[in-house]
């Protein structure tokens, strides 16, 4: 009979600590799962890499993290899963000045709306952009300079072309920004991305592109391409050598950035634990060598100062794009 009770004891002290610690248990579970990191553009690009990068960075932070690739519709349909995730941390993304700044004027129908659908996180990085000519149509045109540049197009009007990734991009936006600074006409090839636009003017299909330094750089160092001018308003620390667009042309800036974000009406307290291991990451060492490999330059801000650029950003872009044509329906 006593050890009939000790046990029975016992498998009753078992069953309470159980159901004592089952709350907490299934707490620490939920607290194990990993982080969904929406990336809506194709593995291997800038973007990825760095969100690759930090991942690892945040691990004994934030646990493992699941970089999750969604390209489509110009970034629109990664960054519109982010929106429409629940808001409890487990499923953040990449904003980007595409999707954030100049979709939202391009596209005729959106499926999120940029300005209030995201918590902001923090910036990640910034990249300038810059123009580049095939090195050889530059040594045949006796191009050096932007100043070079202006004044042959203005002397043969018609005659230069440029490329860039598709109506709308980054690449036809800074084109069209310089051709009405410059007061200078130059036709507009688009092509379908990125990579066939720089293969257009490597080949010399085109005399110009406004490239993403962090692409054009490989081409760049081994003479393919030369580099004319940086559309950031200071020079950039990837090539201090080459002076900026607005050197020349007041007032002209341009470049590319991106940032993370969580779903609207993620707590607050969730957002500032996701802010401090993020920043961290990107002030540490190792992540400014590596994203200094891509040419990439870490902006780690407070999620109200990304909030605030991504809202100066949009604004920005509105009288850009529509100066352009440019739509997609």
Not at 31 to 55: H, K, N
Not at 78 to 90: E, I, Y
Not at 136 to 151: C, G, K, M, Q, S
Not at 316 to 322: D, L
Request: charged share 15%.
């Amino acid at each position: 009979m006593k050890t009939r009770h000790l046990a029975g004891a016992l498998w009753g002290a078992i069953c309470l600590s159980l159901s004592m610690a089952g709350p907490a248990a299934a707490q620490g579970a939920v607290q194990q799962r990993p982080i969904r990191v929406i990336v809506p553009y194709a593995a291997g690009g800038p973007i990825d890499l760095t969100a690759r990068i930090l991942a690892e960075q945040v691990r004994d932070s934030l646990g493992t993290l699941i970089i999750d690739n969604k390209p489509g519709a110009g970034g629109n349909i990664g960054a519109d899963m982010v929106a429409k995730a629940a808001p409890d941390g487990l499923t953040i993304g990449i904003a980007a000045t595409a999707t954030h700044a100049v979709n939202p004027w391009l596209y005729a129908k959106m499926p999120f709306d940029a300005a209030t659908d995201f918590s902001p996180i923090t910036q990640m990085v910034r990249v300038p952009n810059v123009l580049v000519m095939n090195a050889e149509t530059a040594r045949r045109l006796h191009i050096e300079t932007l100043p070079d540049l202006i004044a042959y197009a203005k002397a043969n009007p018609g005659k230069l072309n440029y490329g860039s990734g598709g109506n709308g991009s980054a690449g036809h936006l800074a084109g069209e920004m310089f051709k009405q600074k410059a007061g200078i006409f130059a036709v507009h090839i688009p092509y379908n991305g990125g990579n066939p636009a720089q293969l257009a003017l490597l080949s010399g299909q085109v005399d110009f592109n406004f490239d993403n330094l962090a692409t054009a750089a490989p081409n760049i160092r081994s003479g393919k391409l030369k580099a004319i001018a940086v559309t950031t308003a200071e020079r950039s620390p990837m090539l201090p050598d080459v002076p900026t667009v607005a050197a020349t042309l007041k007032g002209f800036s341009i470049d590319t950035w991106w940032g993370l974000v969580a779903p609207a009406h993620t707590p607050p307290e969730v957002i500032a634990k996701l802010n401090r291991a993020f920043v961290a990451a990107l002030q540490a060492p190792d992540t400014k060598t590596r994203f200094a490999a891509l040419l990439a330059e870490p902006v780690p801000t407070t999620p109200e100062q990304f909030g605030a650029f991504m809202k100066s950003e949009l604004a920005r872009y509105e009288p850009v794009v529509k100066a352009t044509g440019a739509k997609v329906d």
